[in-house]
């Protein structure tokens, strides 16, 4: 359920007002949104709802944007990139110098973000024998199958222990048991108190994990609470029947159907 949080606890991410256009075509059309310690946010909408440029300018991967952006206190504006020491971030395409090994290649991130390359290599060799990768661990990453370098991303976004987890299809690539398993780390780490803001278009994982879902449609939020809350307001089925209700999408299965045709189709009589 998405309890509200306690009267002492200050926002990890505070948006205000967040607006957000590439030449005229506006994406963000004023976001308001407070993400507390310990809550894990579902953030889900249609392709081009503005998902991903969320999480971008939080980031500070992206600039030129009017209104208020606010991580751990710090407000982007004034240019501090002091906040990003306590933030991890796992990118919907996996960006990875494939020509490193595991060890290498998280020994890196662990120093960039102050760990000792002693302490970093140390942590990372415990991490990926956790994920069975232990065999691999001294391995180039180009030969890695797209699930195991999902399991580094993952690993190189905790390792420095984050405040704050940005996540954008952070399951995707990885078998079942695995899945499994990285929904039991996200639950943990919320219940120590870290935030997890993740996007995904798999909506029975967003349904069971998140603590609190955001449906963002047309670049404004639609949306927002528990899933058990928003099938309180009115809104019936599963999260991904609630998704179709609330955006308008009816038409799935008239689609499904034409394409089926289509692809039974004899053109050659």
């Given at each position: 359920m ?10 990890v991410i ?7 256009n ?6 963000l059309?004023g ?8 809550q ?6 249609p ?7 969320t999480?971008k ?16 206190g ?5 240019g ?6 306590r933030i ?7 960006e990875?110098y ?8 998280l020994?890196f991130s ?11 290599e ?9 994920f069975?990768?232990e ?10 199958s ?5 399991k ?6 905790v390792?420095?222990n ?30 120590q ?9 798999i909506m ?6 998140s603590?609190r879902i955001i ?15 928003l099938?309180?307001?009115g ?27 289509t ?7």
């Open positions: 998405n309890s509200p949080p306690a009267p002492n606890l200050e926002p505070r948006l205000r007002d967040l607006r957000k590439y030449g005229s075509k506006i994406v059309k976001i308001d949104l407070e993400v507390y310690p310990g894990i946010i579902g953030y889900i909408g392709n081009g709802a503005g998902k991903s440029t999480q300018l939080m980031l500070g991967l992206e600039q030129d944007y009017s209104g208020t952006i606010e991580v751990l710090y407000d982007l504006a004034a501090s990139h002091d906040y990003k020491m991890g971030y796992v990118p919907e395409t996996t990875i494939d020509m490193l090994t595991a060890r290498e290649y020994s662990g120093q960039l973000y102050g760990l000792k390359q002693e302490d970093a140390y942590k990372a060799a415990q991490l990926m024998r956790i069975g990768m065999e691999v661990f001294d391995k180039r990453i180009d030969s890695y797209k699930g195991m370098r999902q580094v991303m993952l690993t190189a976004s390792l420095h984050p405040d704050v987890l940005f996540l954008d299809e952070p399951l995707s690539g990885l078998d079942a048991s695995s899945v499994a398993v990285v929904k039991d780390v996200f639950s943990l780490l919320a219940a108190g870290k935030a997890i803001f993740y996007s995904s278009h029975d994982v967003v349904e069971k994990i603590s449906l963002l449609h047309e670049g404004q939020i639609a949306a927002d609470g528990s899933f058990a809350e099938k309180e307001r809104a019936e089925g599963s999260l991904e029947q609630i998704f179709n209700q609330m955006t308008g999408f009816t038409e799935h299965g008239a689609i499904a159907e034409q394409f089926c045709r692809v039974q189709e004899d053109y050659n009589q």
